[in-house]
């Protein structure tokens, strides 16, 4: 089999990969910083010629209205074999806090079996196994099972902000039989996971005007519904006394739990009063939506949150004022198949519908992401848990994430493609946070995993 010889050369040369990861997180690419621009283009360069040495075709810095997306592919479509599409990111988020780094964020550190620096988790790290075990095939056998092509965006810590644009323009080049991401971590230090689903977005600001000018509550109250009044009666009715969101027609489209995936869900283990006391510190759970466990609820459920509420006076003292105007902001984390237009409508009716005839109100759509749910039977999928069981030699879990990666959506409406998100980092790599790290012997076996799961995405599609 090829694949070990590929691991095998792989072994033999981790002191030249973990040299290269080093040189990779040395440069500071910070996304979000426009002094970091020259880095920003520097990383994906970096990642280009890394590209070319390997001996990827088409390498090609693919302009976006920010950083470029760093394009290289192996093999062609009019090859048998199936084609990988793997989706990574070299920008980072920023370092700071500085000051609370124990080693500083740009000079990578090898300390306890880890490689401490700022993206060496997400998403560097995670994205250079592909590429290793990419090269370790063709330096061992000349080619590789599966045909490659790399999209590394530059956008990520931004939101993927013109991703579905870049996507959509370049459909044809990207045409593939799965997408792989691998920018997450495990479920535990032991267990892999894959996540299967995530939830979409819709982000609203409701502005609600009342008298045309702020009045005094001495002359006028009593007089005048009071627009703070009005946005919390509003806000009430966003929500029945079942935990509910009471939008009509909400819930229509939402594909219910399978009992597979509700039963997988109870068995693996959750901890709820250490998420209570340790993760949130409130004095105790909201039950939320009925008939849902809390896992579901904040993973396989749509739910809607208030953010903020802006009016009147909020300054130290006292001002007995009736304000003009007040402002909610409000989000729905969606989950499939609700469409986050429709949903869109059908909030902006159900404002329209509970407002009272005292106010003016106008509501704003300020962003919408999609939600995806990949089908955990697919061949794709398949693939990667038998990777897995083979790279780190146990079976990840499937679950759901509650938060919103609109490109995952992206790649699956556009490409038609199953997105498997398979992670290689752990739960205590402080993405984001101060001392981010990624374990030596994760980025190992996730190269490992990465060589298996090539090989097993190749036999998958040749079986009945
Ligand atoms: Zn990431």
Known sequence: ????AAIEFANAHQKHYLQQLIEFLRIPSIGTSPAHRADMQRAAQWLANLMERIGLHSVQLIPTDLHPVVYGAWGSDEHEAPTLLIYGHYDVQPADPEEQWHTPPFEPTIQDGNVYARGASDDKGQLLTHLVAAEAYLRTSG??????????????ECGS???????????????????????DSFWDAATPKITIGTRGLVYFEVDIQGPRHDLHSGTYGGAVHNPLQVAAEMIARLHDAQGRVAIPGFYEHVQPLSAEERHELEHIPFDEERFLHEEIGAPALWPGEVGYSLRERITARPTLEIHGIRGGFVQEGQKTVIPAD????????????????EIARL????IRRITPPTVR????LLSYAYPALVDRHAPAI??????YHLGFGSRPVFLRTGGTLPVVADFMRI???????????????????????LSVSQFFGGVRTAIHFMECMARQSTSP
């Open 161 to 183: 902000f013109g991703m579905e644009e870049v996507i959509q323009q370049h459909s044809d080049m990207l045409r593939c039989d799965a997408v792989v991401i691998s920018d």
């Open 143 to 156: 080619k590789i099972p599966v045909n490659l092509k790399f999209f590394i965006e530059g956008q990520e």
């Open 361 to 364: 109100v106008s509501v704003r």
């Open 382 to 387: 398949q693939a990667a848990v038998e990777a």
């Open 326 to 341: 007040a402002t909610i902001k409000l989000s729905m984390r969606l989950v499939p198949d609700q469409d986050p237009l």
């Open 1 to 4: 089999m090829s694949s070990q």
């Open 347 to 350: 909030f902006e009716e159900h």
């Open 415 to 437: 490409l038609q493609a199953p997105v498997v998100m398979m992670g290689f980092g752990l739960p205590d790599d402080n993405l984001h946070a101060p001392n981010e790290k």
